[in-house]
């Protein structure tokens, strides 16, 4: 089972910071997450979600390339790649993998002006290690939401720096 993990900063440089050196661990193979996607909240309010991999172009890119194939087939390869790439992109676009959306956007609601949050779901992790490794962002936010134990987010929340909510009982 994954878990979930989001924590916000004051500023969007921190959160992008914070996300490559989470993949650096996960190259370590120090943590293995399904997502690690990022929440922004402009200066006038606008939420946005900043995702790894963009699957508009993943699903364009699959789609050229079934599409050509069938195109084969039927003596009409560019024709098959342009409405494969077409399809393919639509269907990237409507696919929702890892965190739920709303759920995000719902959290950068509640951000600050100018703030960001990382929405991490982690499928596991060595965590000692992991947080050894991020002392750099020690006290430089705080946990808005876990779905660790009790234990582990109060590890957590006492090495970030605090919460927008009280911890759970």
């Known amino acids: 089972m994954s878990d979930l993990i989001v924590v916000a900063f004051?500023?969007?440089?921190?959160?992008?910071?914070?996300?490559a050196?989470?993949?650096?661990?996960?190259?370590?193979?120090?943590l293995a997450m399904e997502d690690a996607v990022i929440v922004t909240k402009s200066a006038d309010g606008k939420v946005a979600l900043h995702q790894?991999?963009?699957?508009?172009?993943?699903?364009?890119?699959?789609?050229?390339?079934?599409?050509?194939?069938?195109g084969l087939l039927f003596l009409n390869p560019l024709l098959g790649m342009a409405a494969g790439a077409g399809a393919g992109a639509l269907s990237g676009k409507f696919t929702d993998i890892g965190i739920n959306d709303?759920?995000?956007?719902?959290?950068?609601?509640?951000?600050?002006?100018?703030?960001?949050?990382?929405?991490?779901?982690?499928?596991?992790?060595?965590?000692?290690?992991?947080?050894?490794?991020?002392?750099?962002?020690?006290?430089?936010?705080?946990?808005?939401q876990t779905s660790l134990s009790n234990e582990q987010e109060e590890k957590l929340r006492a090495f970030v720096g605090g919460s927008d909510k009280a911890p759970s009982a």
């Open 10 to 19: 004051d500023d969007e440089a921190t959160a992008f910071e914070l996300r």
């Open 21 to 30: 050196a989470l993949v650096k661990l996960q190259k370590e193979y120090l």
């Open 52 to 70: 790894p991999v963009s699957l508009t172009a993943v699903g364009a890119m699959g789609g050229a390339f079934w599409g050509s194939l069938v």
């Open 102 to 144: 709303q759920f995000m956007k719902d959290i950068g609601g509640t951000l600050t002006n100018g703030g960001a949050a990382v929405c991490v779901l982690v499928r596991k992790m060595t965590g000692d290690k992991v947080l050894e490794r991020l002392t750099a962002f020690k006290d430089k936010g705080r946990v808005l």
